[in-house]
């Protein structure tokens, strides 16, 4: 491994997506199955088109109670943020995790060829960081 601080080394390769055109509710369900904060969606060709987190899918429901409406029936389009921030698997772990906590963001999507290949999560950065510096016990 020639630069074992690359993220195409520590990315979550199959991680969960959602389509923009699935129910806030299916995103609050996959969440909760997956135990993450959140979701990358992707259209049928596997290109990203927004992310969905948590905090979005909270919105939603609590849209829906205080209107009295079916806000968590409504779709991850309309509650997904559309600019993303991305990645590649050939960048560097460091320079990533740098834009990430600038950014406030706990995941990023890993693109190539302008199709999703993985994520990056703040847990996989630190588990590469200790893993390639020698200072696991």
């Known amino acids: ?6 993220i195409e080394n520590c990315m979550h390769t199959n991680p969960a997506t959602v ?20 979701l990358t969606v992707i259209d049928e060709e596997r290109c ?5 987190s948590e905090l979005d899918c909270l919105k939603a429901v609590l849209g829906d109670v205080y209107n009295e409406g079916t806000a968590a029936g409504g779709l991850v389009a309309d509650y997904m943020t559309s600019e993303v921030e991305s990645c590649s698997p050939d960048d560097d772990i460091v320079a ?7 950014a406030r963001h706990r995941r990023r999507p890993v693109i190539k060829n302008g199709k999703l290949v993985g994520q990056l999560s703040c847990r996989n950065i630190l588990w590469a960081i200790l893993e390639y510096s020698g200072r696991q016990n």
């Open 19 to 38: 389509r923009a055109d699935a129910t806030v509710y299916e995103a609050i369900q996959l969440i909760q199955a997956h135990r993450i904060t959140g």
């Open 96 to 102: 990533v995790a740098q834009s990430m906590l600038a």
């Open 48 to 52: 990203v088109v927004g992310v969905i």
């Open 1 to 6: 491994m020639s630069n074992p601080y690359l």
